[in-house]
């Protein structure tokens, strides 16, 4: 049983309704340990190592969308008792949001690839790095009929004052 229907039940027992907003990755205000944290290494190093390709999708959203989308399942009757996969306006590769960051602190982008090699990898490993990018699972984007019903709009991502 996850966490998820233990507050269900402890919700429910109190006749009381509960919204699932899990947000992918958050950023804003500068306070954040995704993004901000990013930012500190860059001004301090001057470059930011990924380990391999780094084509993973990522969906940043920042905390006034999160906010936003909390806000809007309190308004929204429909939004009770449910799930909402909250994430970002957009989906772009690892390394391009690493590019945004850079450019938000105002250096040019200077990704070091690390190179880890820690005995053979598993056949499994290899099958799956060789398969083309795509959305991971869990981490799709919210659609429009729960987005509205939680009125939420992401931005773009475009991080600013880092």
Same mark, same amino acid.
Request: positive net charge; proline residues 7%.
């Given at each position: 049983?996850?966490r998820n229907?233990?507050v ?6 109190q006749?009381?309704?509960v ?7 958050i950023y804003?205000?500068?306070?954040d340990?995704?993004? =901000?944290?990013m =930012? ?13 390709k780094?084509?993973g999708?990522? *969906? ?6 999160v906010?936003? =989308?909390?806000?809007?399942?309190l308004?929204?009757p429909?939004a009770a ?12 590769a690892?390394r391009?949001m ?6 938000a602190v105002?250096?040019? $982008? ?11 990898e598993?056949? *499994?490993a290899k099958? *799956?790095?060789?398969r083309?990018?795509?959305r991971p699972?869990?981490r ?9 019903q ?6 773009y991502?475009? $991080? *600013?004052?880092l």
């Amino acid at each position: 049983m996850g966490r998820n229907s233990t507050v269900r039940r402890v919700f429910a027992k109190q006749a009381l309704s509960v919204a699932n907003l899990p947000p992918t990755l958050i950023y804003g205000l500068g306070r954040d340990k995704n993004i =901000a944290e990013m =930012a500190r290494f860059i001004r301090r190093f001057g470059f930011f190592p990924v380990l391999g390709k780094a084509t993973g999708l990522r *969906q940043p959203i920042h905390t006034a969308d999160v906010a936003g =989308a909390c806000l809007g399942a309190l308004r929204a009757p429909d939004a009770a008792n449910r799930d909402y996969n909250i994430s970002g306006g957009e989906t772009f590769a690892y390394r391009d949001m690493v590019a945004r960051v850079f450019v938000a602190v105002g250096h040019a $982008p200077d990704c070091r690839r690390l190179r880890l090699r820690v005995g053979k990898e598993p056949r *499994q490993a290899k099958a *799956q790095r060789s398969r083309p990018v795509s959305r991971p699972a869990g981490r799709n984007l919210v659609r429009a009929r729960p987005r509205a019903q939680v009125a939420v709009d992401p931005r773009y991502f475009r $991080p *600013q004052k880092l």
